[in-house]
């Protein structure tokens, strides 16, 4: 019988502790733009710098999930947080670019605290309430939001600088009220005597791969544009970064905060129509918001006549709205998917699509600087991005909705 008193504060003490991570792991969207303007980066260095501690938040996240399985996430997440604060605080003294490359690494450790979480949250609730459990914990992805309201202000008020300060002091007082209130039970722990090639042997199924592809795009999409979108604003818009970060959070926060009621729409509906029908919103969001401004002419009878098409600042900041709301929706409905399919072993397989999905965030920045210094096209990170989703809807029409036209909705689920 589970106690909902002891779940409930599970919950709220992990979604804190989830929250002031995502704050820390994405700060360069912001703190990055005075950084680039001093040491004069181009696009891609910038994309990189932005994108560096996404590298290693990613890539820790499946040895973090399977040590969630076997020792309890309290004390995982306990550590984790306390082992970014003098990297967090260490980023206020960087000033060469490879010091601030080096020190974003040890900073971005606080992005695996998802993989922690996600298994922890999930075991104290009834499999039939995991995915509003998980979508409430994942919520926290709304610390891209807060960042764009805090750091700004910081910055404008006593430096670049008093973020990594200011954040250094949130995280370990996070952490200090997620040990009090937070709590551990060794019924959840995976047994010992489960082998560790049993856990990494998940890795290889074709489902996991399948919703590694939908989290790239879902999860790594948003992890790239919350980093990217402050800049984005100030280039293509000519906005200040207080202008900038406020319109950007109107992207990161219903990406962040609405994916409690994606996890419920999951329970409900089924993890594969909502991924389904957020796949094809993504699609025609990014379809719009990939045309570049365009000048152009045509010759008519009473001489040429000049035409402009582009998206003004109002209606993309509304694509990028309906946007936010979708992946919020998708990435609560991917781990619908895994705590159906892998309910003994949602560390290990969340560890993995997680990491997946964080590498994608790490490679999307640096490829929007490439593609923007080749280019000179800033809404060409938007075509990246809307052929991913293409992918995304092409894999999923052949391995899950192709099946069931053809055999109904009681097909047997597809590999």
Known sequence: MRDYGKALSVLMASTLAFTVCFMVWVMFGVIGIPIQKSLNLNATEFGLLTATPVLTGSLIRVPLGIWTDRYGGRIVMAMLMAATVPAIWSMAYATEYWQFLLIGLFVGLAGGSF????????????????????????????????????????????????VPQVYAALMLGAMIVFWLTSHD??????????????????????????????????????????????????GEYGLDIRAAALLAACFSLPGGVLRAFGGWLADRHGAHDVTWWVMWVSWICLFLLSYPQTDFSVMTADGPKRFHIGLNVQVFTLLMFVLGIAWAFGKASVFKYISEDYPDHIGTVSGLVGMAGGLSGFALPILFGLLMDWTGIRSSAFMLLFGIVWVSLVWMYFTEVRKLRLMGPKAPPAP
């Not at 489960?194 to 042997?201: A, H, V």
């Not at 590694?212 to 980093?227: K, M, W």
């Open 185 to 234: 039970d060794p019924a959840h722990r995976l047994p010992r005597r489960t082998p560790l090639r049993e856990q990494l042997r998940l890795l290889r199924e074709p489902k996991v791969i399948k919703y590694c592809q939908y989290y790239s795009i879902v999860f790594g999409g948003y992890v790239a544009l919350a980093l990217w979108m402050v800049q984005y604003y100030v």
């Open 115 to 162: 993989s922690v979480g996600t298994p922890y949250v999930a075991r104290w609730f009834a499999r039939e309430r995991q995915g509003f459990a998980m979508g409430v914990y994942g919520a926290g992805n709304s610390g891209a939001a807060a960042n764009q309201f805090i750091a700004p202000a910081l910055v404008v008020a006593f430096g670049w600088t008093a």
